[in-house]
């Protein structure tokens, strides 16, 4: 059965765990799907594990677009949300509004997020009002890299640990069905968690929130470029493709690749007219 933000918000009542990954392609979102997995996020991480990108900031509204309906396309029981990306809601209520109903319609989007508490809360707002879900996400938030100076966990001093509390209350009134709540301590994360009656997703967050994501390719061992402290490798996916990929290379290169087997067939009395003719 389709998962739908009432399932979610419902799985948070009856104390069930909700599980999300991210994805960005169909046959990925597919396999996902096909697992039980409940959600899946196509992250503007889309930036850094498919494009090479430093960072999120370079990301665009059509790559988010063109990621998202694959995605959407692929996942016949999953959410599907799809990440508002940099600079596509910051800067108006306007910008907001029209944006996650692009994301909607051309993404076939169920829901979007947007990183940010107190300064975006008149976008949420706005957007809940267009009756577009959305999903906050508070804590390390990675569009403000350059504000933050880097990847930092997020709600250790008192100040941060307030605004962190404060954020989540404020985007839950402002009607946000769910939050993420990324790279932050254990023990603040399922403090959020029990004063919120709409669940809360992890990452890097412990095991207290209502659920947990992952960005898929860092869970298989296939983006290596950096692994953060929260990540767990659920299977060597990066080692298994460098082998068949190697295989591959080492059977074309001795000519036991394609086989017999591969190869379409043409009647002998075809052939000799087509080469005599
Ligand atoms: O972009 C992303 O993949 C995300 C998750 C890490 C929550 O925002």
Redesign the pocket.
Known sequence: MKNTVVTFKEMKKKGEKISML?AYDYSTAKIIDESGINGI?V????GNVMLGYPD?VSVTMEDMIHHGAAVARGAKDSLVVI?MPFMSYQASVYDAVINAGRLMKEGRAQAV?L?GGEEIIPQVEAIVKASIPVMG?IGLT?QSINAFGGYKAQGRDLSSAKKLIRDAKLLEEAGAFSI?L?CVPAELASYVTSQLSIPT?G?GGGAGTDGQ???YADMLAMFSDYKPKFVKHFANVGQVMKEGFRAYDEEVKAGTYPAAEHNYSISEEVLNQAIND
């Open positions: 991210t996020l992250g503007d991480s889309l999120t990440d997020k990183e996400h990675p993420v990324e997703i990452i994501i992952l960005v």
